[in-house]
């Protein structure tokens, strides 16, 4: 099998479905000719043309307002957004429209696309080009919201995406598009949407992270295990929304001590949801009160500041002491 970064997997998946799937065109800012602002669409112009693998103006309200038109009418747009951050600028479009018309046409209607949106700190970026946005899509009935956490497991998520019948919301982080490369094989490969996977298994803490944090959680269950002698489980949620609670509760029952890892702020966050879900299917195996290692609610920092907000393996090293001598 062929070692792959998170760039190159993704473009294989998209690759391998317009090959398969003639319906499925991508629309976005530099994402024919010049290849993607991080070059996931490299070479797809020149291979399906630019009937198939469209530039659009710099106005992101119009690239997701086209797509829903196109899907409406069968086609299957993947949608790039350069920066998560952006993407404000098309809110509208997927809530008003894009989440809404198989509800509003009681399911004569369907969406069919992919949003992929570049996200995440760690590539000491300007203003708007390093949030955490998640819980803004996850909170959206109507959407799937998915984050993978490496070559791999993106690949397969994003044909599972491209062959989803409703929208899906789909975020890379910056900062894993170069970090490693996993073993890809050159069959075509798709993961269930809506199902975490433990990644880890482990007896004494729980620890719960998605996207860049993955690598966070497992240099820190790594320093508990050698310092402390703590063995960790881990578990890689994948899909925001839904959420995969059978997985979340059956951790929570076997180790008693639970700890989320997320680079959203805090406050109203994803690990809210992951807190509650817990709580109500899991609270009289608790062992301690569950805790959150997330970013500060305050606006992303630029530069070299970012490191200050992002959470990192000291910070949920010293959190999971706290929970585990509760």
């Given at each position: ?96 429209h894009a989440a809404r ?116 959680a497992r240099e820190a ?106």
């Open positions: 099998m062929a070692r792959l970064n998170m760039v190159k997997a993704l473009n294989l998946a998209l690759l391998q479905e317009m090959e398969r799937d003639d319906d499925i065109v991508i629309i976005g800012e530099d994402v024919g000719v010049d290849g993607g602002v991080f070059r996931v669409t490299e070479d797809l112009h020149r291979k399906f043309g630019g009937k198939r693998v469209i530039d659009s103006p710099l106005a992101e309200a119009g690239i997701i307002g086209t797509a829903v038109g196109m899907a409406l009418y069968g086609l299957k747009p993947v949608c790039e957004i350069q920066f998560s951050g952006f993407a404000f600028q098309c809110f509208h479009q997927i809530e008003n018309y198989r509800t509003r046409t009681q399911g004569r209607l369907t969406v069919p696309m992919v949003i992929r949106m570049p996200f995440g700190g760690g590539a000491r970026a300007l203003e708007h080009h390093s949030e955490s946005e998640e819980q803004f899509y996850a909170h959206i009935p109507g959407l799937k919201m998915v984050i993978p956490s490496g070559p791999r497991n993106g690949r397969a998520l994003l044909v599972s995406a491209l062959r989803d019948p409703d929208p899906v919301i789909f975020f890379e982080h910056k900062a894993l598009y170069h970090a490693a490369k996993d073993e890809v094989p050159e069959e075509s490969e798709t993961m269930p949407l809506g199902r975490a996977v433990v990644d880890r298994e482990g007896r004494d803490l729980t620890v719960i992270g998605w996207g860049g944090m993955m690598r966070v269950a790594d320093t508990l295990h050698a310092e402390d002698g703590i063995s960790v489980e881990l578990i890689d949620l994948l899909t925001i929304a839904p959420l995969d609670a059978q997985t979340l509760i059956a951790s929570a029952q076997k180790t008693g001590r639970i700890l989320i890892v997320h680079e959203a702020p805090k406050s109203f966050g994803p690990g809210a949801e992951v807190v509650a879900s817990i709580m109500e299917g899991a609270f009289l195996s608790l062992e301690a009160p569950i805790r959150r290692v997330t970013a500060y609610d305050v606006p992303f920092p630029g530069f070299a500041r970012e490191k200050a907000n992002v959470p990192d393996a000291a910070r949920v090293v010293a959190v999971a002491r706290e929970t585990l001598a509760y």
